[in-house]
């Protein structure tokens, strides 16, 4: 047992470490997300430590895991971004006019906001600045979300004098944008949730007639599941619904 | 289903547009090149009829009347005329009727997720409860 824990926490020593070389090499100035790996760690260890179930599986199941976040840390933080875009972008732009109504510039406001900040999000924006600056290609550019707002600075930039107009419309455009996506959120999660109850309830079902030792035809069964997953095809073609009338 | 409509996104990006001191083309450019929507394709051709001093009413016969409106007034903006109050106002209306759109269909989802429920799933739980006793009772018999 002891020689276990022994390796156990060698192990996570080891892919601690790997975590860390993975993060100074993609040089994600990302403090917060160093410790919070730490953590992860320490609880995983927990867990294996007082789980009843087999330590080496879990233990395995969570260093794979765990891999494949520092691995694919970039991809993930993209994924996070790209959902969390409109709020970030609504917070910083209030920021920015508040700033500049303050009687700061906008190049001085931007700095201010994003400089000492270890939000992905304003290390993005510090990106988009500077190759503004040095106008060269970058793949954050490319990306949907940020092509607009990258035209907007580009226009800033060609008329500093109606920058606080600017960050105004684009602002508005978000908020409205936004408050859309919320009520349409709504929506799809009812029809989620509805889904999901109904494929536990009937898989629930199938699982417990087969513990029963109740035979089912095959014919019965395979119209079973056509009607059943008719119907959650149905459903989703419901969720998905058909384009704005207006 | 798009987030937002896609009439208030071009009246949106056309007066963002003006806002900042440019043209309505460069507007309805803006909206060509950033956004996807179920109006690119009527919005290019409608250009492309206002270029070619074409009637429009055909084109526009299937549209909604806001869109209808807008368009109206973009092709007033493109022959020169001061048209941000109009699209300020139209904006206002459209805001509106997009609510009302989304109001409408959120009250008619439980109805509508009612329906595979029944006429599908439902039969597929009785066909997975029921069958193996029919099919014992008819064995019987």
Known sequence: MIIFFTFLSFGLLFVNRIVQIQLNRKTLPEAILKSTIKKIILFFWMIVCFSPWTPVLISLFFVILLLFVVFRLEFILNIILRRQFIPNMLQFLDELTLLMTSGKSFNESFRTITLNSNHYFHIKLREINTVQLLNVHSPTISQKEFSLFNQILYLIDKNPHLAVEKIKSYRRLLHIQYVFKKKLQQKSYQIKVQALILSFLYFGLLIFLNFNHTKIAISHLGLSLTLFFSGLLSLYLIGRDTKWKT | MENISPTLLLLMEVRAALECGTSVRTGIKQFLSSNETSINDLVAKWI????????????????????????????????????????????IEVLKSCESELYERVNKLPFKLMLPVFFLMFPAYLILLLGPFIETLLSNL
């Not at chain 2, 493109?78 to 139209?90: D, T």
């Open chain 2, 48 to 91: 492309l009829y206002i270029d070619q001093n074409q009637d429009t009413t055909q084109l526009l016969r299937s549209s909604s009347s806001c869109r209808r409106t807008l368009f109206t007034i973009l092709e007033k903006g493109l022959n020169g005329v001061p048209i941000l109050p109009f699209l300020v106002e139209l904006e």
